[in-house]
């Protein structure tokens, strides 16, 4: 859709780090090893809810091998105010108790005391012998029950910020946010047809393969070095500066390969730990990994939800009204991702009456952090399956549905903006189009789905710098961590401004003292811009080249033209590589630097049809087909969208048919394996058909959208509508796991 | 601390010894003694396939053995998969079918995919998958790995239609 010809972007070069990550040389967060290393581990809360009455960590100090124990006795005391960890503001004070329990557990897993030891054997010797003592207290695990006025309360100086004003007494409730617009009385008055549904979503973790993991130096001099893995450095830089008090200029974060993050490697959990242990140790560097176990248990869950929704249509099939109101977990404390699920919820759609509603609850469980889209899965669960109900209502094709409701530029969002140019229609229109959408379904009990994802995406604040080489290639160095293949996507940007090959572009990943700060890599803002800072090199550089060109031709610089990689003057030219290689003769070398805040992102849109087999038998569902049509703005490198595409409906096919945090009546989390929070494999999943629709964002120099996000929320509501269409059941809780389809085949027919 | 005994083994080809303690897992003794870190550790386990290795021909997860396991066993891991000449086709393909984003499971699912071809050099795709059930990625949906290891196989795979024609980097060179 778009008529602008590039010359990389859109090609399929292989990644810079390719041969590195598939021959085992790549060095991961946990890869690294240093001279005297010590290795620490992290003694964990057994309860839900507790009181700290004392901690004797005498008998650990006291075994050979370990080096330095620590608990929240030796965080600084009265941090405040707020720092960015990426997605959304992280409360200090809450922060610092998420890393170390100070006075009170507040779930199964809170980290109590580390020790650092010789060895990780040793490490758990260690942590065996530091007795706690706790008074055991009555947990809360369910967001309705959270939000009762007589339900325990997890933090007794919390008050509801209701909408700005801050409640009287103690609360659960952290705050409640609300969209409105119009009259929503008046709407349902209007609607002829009229859906209501109340759903409930598990809390689900991001399943990152590479557990965390952080190495920390605290030299003698005061200067704090560390190893992450991390989906932002300055992230990790200013969380440890504000929770230990540290000034910025005296840390260092080298950002490691990193094995997964999806939202969940923005926060620090070890990183304090890790410092503080080298430090008590005698400056030793300490490097701490998590297992599995403290994985699930203790670092960002998504949050759970309850979500109810009233929709209204008219015969014709326009919406009249919405009304929803969504409860989201934030775990221990305040921060659950209700507030961009909230704004999310009906984003495709064109509605002049609505009223949202959205409570941010604590419950005893891990404090939620970002997921891949934070809440858009949840709410877009509830809404998408009661668009679909309406629909049926109706008589409607749900894709008609949403072609004369879409929304395109200029139809205002939930929560305020309006749009710019969007490419939702004609997804609709493609998906319509697709010869999945018509293919016969072979049996009974086959079904098939649609839904639609919105995600507002991100741009925010990046840095990067370039050299030219003599031979002509430009050594790239960026602040944005890559685990997609941003290395590659940023280098194309470049490589298109300055009109030579990828492969004269190398990317380099640096530390927080070698380029300027740049955000996480997170919201679907990498390519988008820190690409667009290459973009910016690319035209400093070029600037600087006319300037040598015109030195050399002895012209003003003015009679300089580029093009295609060549300048030119009246008869003389010289190719990019010609004139790299007489930097030495024309005043030595060309180096650029580049800042950007990059606004005018635009979101994406995406229409999921998904075909599932339900054995009535057993209740197990089985993906046969699935075809995913989003617009990504501009393909820069397409192998990687569709691995965007294809990695986020796993992920969302996982949260809707096996994954989901189990917990007994005490409050323990039962299943903190891979063998039992259960993520898709191979076997669970057909191929994954993405259809790339590029409606470019006028703003960004190469029209990128940002891509990873969108994809991992349609795939519940397409799954629960395709259920539907197999067996007949309506599925308003994820997982929608064998027992619960089951239950629900036998509710429907009972006998 | 348990008393620690010598082992002697063959890995990528290399005789090597090495001292252990008994409950070192052959995981941690590659990755900590012996600084082979491409095998990955994901969840120690044996539920996540990160730390796939092939033991005496046998497809083995090395956080659930032993170090002193493998006394006169003969051990392949991600390094010795490449030979002198070049990376092994299995790696070339990964590269070219873009069958990984953050690469921390690669190391598992080629090390584990060699163990299939090498038993079975045509698998079909139900073949490959049922292989492969045991590597988790949480990254790409495994339709790339399962495409390069299809091609490296040599088994075509009849699509339903591909959204994008193959393209090249065009640019200037």
Redesign the interface.
């Known amino acids: 859709m778009s008529d602008k010809e590039y010359?990389?972007i859109?090609?399929?070069?292989?990644?810079q780090?390719?041969?590195d990550?598939?021959?085992?040389?790549?060095?991961?967060g946990?890869?690294i090893?240093l001279t005297g290393m010590l290795y620490g581990a992290v003694l964990r809360s057994p309860h839900a809810h507790a009181r700290v009455l004392a901690v004797d960590t005498s008998a650990a100090e006291a075994l050979?091998?370990v080096k330095a124990v620590v608990t929240a006795a030796d965080l600084p005391t009265g941090v405040g105010g707020f720092t960015g960890t990426g997605e959304g503001l992280v409360n200090v004070r809450y922060e610092a108790e998420n890393i170390l329990a100070h006075t009170r557990v507040l779930y199964h897993g809170h980290a109590v005391a580390a020790v650092a030891a010789t060895?990780?054997?040793?490490a758990e010797e260690a942590l065996r012998s530091i007795r706690v003592s706790y008074e055991v207290l009555p947990p809360v695990l369910d967001v309705r029950r959270a939000m009762e006025p007589d339900a325990p309360v997890l933090l007794d100086e919390l008050r509801t910020d209701e909408m700005g004003r801050q409640g009287d007494r103690p609360s659960n409730i952290a705050s409640h946010i609300q969209h409105s617009r119009g009259d929503i009385e008046q709407g349902f008055k209007e609607a002829t047809v009229i859906v209501e549904q109340e759903f409930t979503t598990a809390t689900v973790h991001?399943?990152?393969?590479?557990?965390q993991t952080a190495t920390a130096l605290y030299s003698a001099n005061n200067q704090v070095t560390m190893w992450c893995s991390t989906q932002g450095t300055f992230g990790v830089r200013d969380q440890v500066s504000e929770v230990l008090q540290i000034p910025v200029s005296r840390i260092r974060v080298i950002p490691m390969?990193?094995?997964?993050?999806?939202g969940g490697k923005n926060r620090v959990y070890l990183e304090p730990l890790a410092v503080l242990l080298s430090r008590k140790s005698g400056y030793r560097p300490v490097k701490m990994?998590m297992?599995?176990t403290e994985v699930l248990a203790a670092t960002g869950p998504a949050s759970g939800s309850y979500i109810r929704v009233k929709m209204g249509a008219d015969r014709d099939g326009r919406i009249t009204a919405v009304q929803a109101l969504l409860a989201y977990e934030a775990g221990a404390f305040p921060g659950s991702s209700v507030g961009s699920g909230a704004g999310a919820m009906f984003a495709p759609y064109r509605i002049g009456n609505l009223l949202i509603d959205g409570y941010d609850v604590v419950v005893n469980k891990p404090q939620a952090a970002a997921y891949r889209a934070p809440g858009g899965t949840n709410a877009a669960f509830a809404s998408e399956t009661v668009i679909d109900e309406l629909c049926e209502k109706l008589g409607m094709d749900p894709l008609a549905f949403r072609q004369l409701n879409g929304v395109q530029e200029g139809d205002r969002r939930p929560d305020g903006p309006v749009y710019g140019r969007i490419g939702y229609l004609e997804t609709v229109a493609a998906a319509r189009a697709h010869?999945?959408y018509s293919a016969p379904l072979p049996s009974p009990n086959h079904g098939r789905g649609v839904a639609s994802s919105f995600w507002y995406n991100y741009g925010g604040k990046s840095s990067a710098s370039a050299s030219v080489n003599s031979d002509g290639t430009i050594s790239l160095v960026i602040g944005s961590v890559d685990?997609?293949?941003t290395r590659t996507t940023i280098a194309m940007q470049l490589?298109?401004t300055l009109?030579?090959?990828?492969?004269d572009v190398r990317s380099l990943v640096a530390d927080t003292d070698s380029v300027g700060w740049t955000e996480g890599t997170y919201g679907s803002r990498t390519t988008f811009a820190t690409g667009w800072a290459a973009y910016k090199l690319g035209e400093s550089l070029k600037r600087e080249f006319t300037q040598r060109a015109a030195q050399l031709w002895e012209v003003e610089p003015e009679k300089v033209r580029f093009a295609?990689?060549v300048f030119s003057t009246d008869g003389e030219h010289l190719?990019l590589k010609e004139l790299a290689a007489r930097l030495d003769e024309t005043g030595g070398a060309i180096m650029a630097t580049a800042t950007v805040e990059a606004e005018g992102y635009g979101p994406g849109f995406a229409v999921h049809i998904v075909d599932v087999e339900v054995d009535p038998e057993t209740g197990k569902v089985q993906i046969l087909?699935y075809t995913a049509l989003q617009d990504v703005g501009r393909?820069v490198h397409?192998?990687?969208v569709?691995?965007?595409i294809?990695?986020?409906?796993?992920?969302g096919v996982g949260w809707a048919l096996s994954e989901g945090y189990v917990y007994d009546e005490a409050g323990h989390l039962l299943n903190t394996?891979?063998?039992d929070y259960r993520?898709?494999?191979?076997?669970d999943?057909p191929?994954?058909?993405?259809?790339?629709l590029e409606v470019p964002d006028p703003a960004h120099p190469y029209g990128v959208r940002g891509v990873g996000e969108a994809p991992i929320i349609a795939p519940p509501a397409a799954i629960a509508n395709a259920i539907y269409r197999s067996v007949g059941v309506r599925m308003t809780t994820l997982p929608m796991s064998p027992p619960r389809i089951l239950e629900a085949i036998w509710a429907q027919k009972p006998g | 601390?348990s008393r620690r005994v010598l082992i002697h083994a063959r890995i990528n080809e290399e005789d090597v010894e090495f001292l252990c303690?008994p409950?070192?897992s052959l995981l941690?003794v590659l990755?900590?003694t012996l600084?082979?870190?491409?095998?990955?550790?994901?969840?120690?386990?044996g539920?996540?396939g990160?730390c796939n290795v092939i033991l005496d021909g046998v497809l083995v997860n090395s956080c659930l053995v032993l170090a002193v396991e493998i006394e006169n066993k003969s051990v392949t891991?991600?390094?010795g998969?490449?030979s002198p000449a070049g990376?092994h086709p299995l790696?070339q393909a990964?590269?070219?079918?873009?069958a990984?984003?953050?690469?921390?499971?690669?190391?598992g699912f080629?090390v584990a995919a060699k163990a299939l071809l090498d038993h079975n050099p045509h698998p079909t795709e139900p073949e490959?998958?049922?292989w492969?059930?045991?590597?988790?990625?949480?990254?790409?949906?495994?339709?790339?790995?399962?495409?390069a290891v299809l091609a490296v196989a040599g088994v075509p795979?009849p699509?339903?239609?591909e959204?994008?024609a193959?393209?090249?980097?065009?640019?200037?060179?």
């Open positions: 010359k990389v859109g090609t399929r070069p292989l990644r780090d390719g041969t990550k598939v021959t085992g040389r790549a060095l991961f946990a890869d090893h050979p091998g060895s990780p054997h040793i991001q399943g990152y393969i590479e557990p390969e990193i094995g997964g993050g999806f990994t297992r599995r010869p999945h685990l997609s293949g490589a298109e009109g030579i090959s990828v492969a295609d990689g190719t087909r393909a397409p192998d990687y569709e691995g965007q294809q990695g986020g409906v796993a992920q394996t891979f063998l993520i898709p494999t191979c076997l999943l191929m994954i058909e993405t259809v790339l | 601390m303690e409950r070192q941690e990755r900590e600084g082979l870190t491409g095998t990955k550790e994901g969840c120690s386990n539920n996540c990160a891991t991600i390094e998969i490449a990376l790696q990964f590269l070219a079918h873009t990984l984003q953050c690469g921390v499971c690669t190391p080629i490959v998958r049922r492969l059930s045991g590597n988790l990625c949480r990254c790409t949906g495994y339709d790339k790995i399962v495409r795979r699509d339903i239609s959204s994008h193959p393209a090249r980097d065009q640019g200037a060179a």
